[in-house]
Nanobody, 126 residues
Framework: QVQLVESGGGLVQAGDSLRLSCAAS????????MGWFRQAPGKEREFVSG????????DYVDSVKGRFSVSRDNVDNMMHLQMISLKPEDTAVYYC???????????????????WGPGTQVVVAS
């Protein structure tokens, strides 16, 4: 198993930046494909970004392309989501998720992930 904890959320103004982090512990982090998801009040959880085990493949939902950037450090067992030009519609609880996979792919379906963090709140004020 792998344990995940997100950090870096907060209250910001539209146009500001935030960097979310996901700290992993437990089994070998480099065995896992990782994802970022978010859930806004009254809405379903949605895929935001993902990265494969090596970091060679990254994927983003269209609404964040050009503004968000995902990265991982398999030595420090960390994944990050750099978010710039934040918009009020980015307001949500952000979750990181892990799936044991050495495939050259990123998973957009939340059901494909086996481990989840508790989430970190991001609020973007207009």
């Amino acid at each position: 198993q792998v344990q995940l904890v997100e950090s870096g959320g907060g209250l910001v103004q539209a146009g500001d930046s935030l960097r979310l982090s996901c700290a992993a512990s437990g089994r070998r982090f480099s065995n896992y494909a990782m994802g970022w998801f978010r859930q806004a009040p009254g809405k379903e959880r949605e895929f935001v970004s993902g990265i494969n085990w090596s970091g060679s493949i990254r994927d983003y939902v269209d609404s964040v392309k050009g503004r968000f950037s995902v990265s991982r450090d398999n030595v420090d067992n960390m994944m990050h989501l750099q978010m710039i030009s934040l918009k009020p519609e980015d307001t949500a609880v952000y979750y990181c998720a892990a799936r044991e996979s050495l495939e050259r792919t990123v998973y957009r379906n939340s059901a494909r992930y086996d481990f989840w963090g508790p989430g970190t709140q991001v609020v973007v004020a207009s």
